[in-house]
């Protein structure tokens, strides 16, 4: 089954304790892209990734970190959490030809609520 | 900062009923997606429409892109309960791989 993954799901953690959230897709996707959710701003991009080593900046990159060594994963990184960063996070993978023709979906996980205390 | 403006931001209508939900911008997009969102999930993509002017169906809604490029509009036919849910468009631009959200639409068809 087509997936996008997101791992943990549920995260409540201290203010300045390094954490990862995982994202793997199993499509084989180029494309792939973390954005956070808070109530009355919609979807904010935080990076994005069109291949293997190569990230940018979304709107709103401050305070978090990506890598993609491979092509399935693309983790994002909380080096220093801090409460304003509590949100419902979601990752995101398209097919080269699906963000570049803008005809076919963003697949996206289920969703990481944290919480930063 | 590119700024898409969703309107209206709620909506609670009797089943039956026609509800129209706009999204614009100053800036023109290469694209525009339409999503719906359940809680607990991901948004999942209802339409993509790329072209000045496009109109799309998807059963009882109606999706069109403004001539311009710089807006969108849904529309829903006589509304059912099974249409509840946040819906949120974004605006893509090209290769750049960036896609800006609105702040979405909560619906909430009651029976």
């Known amino acids: 089954e087509a997936q996008v993954t997101q791992n943990p799901r549920y995260l409540i953690t201290v203010t300045g304790k390094k954490l990862t959230v995982t994202c793997s897709q199993n499509?084989?996707?180029?494309?792939m892209s973390w954005y956070r959710q808070d109530p009355g701003l919609g979807l904010r991009q935080i990076y994005y990734?069109?291949?293997?080593?190569?990230?940018d900046k979304g709107d709103v990159p401050e305070g978090y970190k990506v890598s993609r060594k491979e092509k399935r994963n693309f983790p994002l990184i909380l080096e220093s959490p801090s409460p304003n960063q509590t949100s419902l996070y979601f990752c995101?993978?398209?097919?080269?030809?699906?963000?570049?023709?803008?005809?076919?979906?963003?697949?996206f996980g289920d969703g990481t609520r944290l919480s930063i205390l | 900062t590119q700024l898409l403006e969703q309107s209206p931001q709620f909506l609670s209508i009797q089943e039956g009923e026609n509800l129209t939900v706009y999204c614009n911008s100053s800036?023109?997009?290469?694209?525009l997606q339409w999503y719906r969102q359940e809680p607990g999930e991901g948004p999942v993509l209802l339409v993509t429409?790329?072209?000045?002017?496009e109109v799309k169906k998807l059963k009882r809604l109606t999706f069109q892109f403004g001539d311009a490029r710089k807006d969108s509009s849904l529309h829903i036919t006589a509304a059912q309960p099974g249409d509840t849910g946040l819906y949120l468009c974004?605006?893509?631009?090209?290769?750049?791989?960036?896609?800006?959200f609105g702040q979405g639409t909560t619906l909430q068809v009651k029976p």
């Open positions: 995101a993978s398209s097919s080269r030809l699906q963000y570049r023709f803008s005809n076919q979906p963003q697949h």
């Open positions: 990734s069109m291949n293997v080593e190569v990230t």
């Open positions: 974004a605006g893509g631009q090209g290769n750049t791989g960036k896609l800006i």
């Open positions: 499509m084989n996707h180029e494309y």
């Open positions: 800036s023109v997009f290469s694209s």
């Open positions: 429409v790329v072209t000045g002017g």
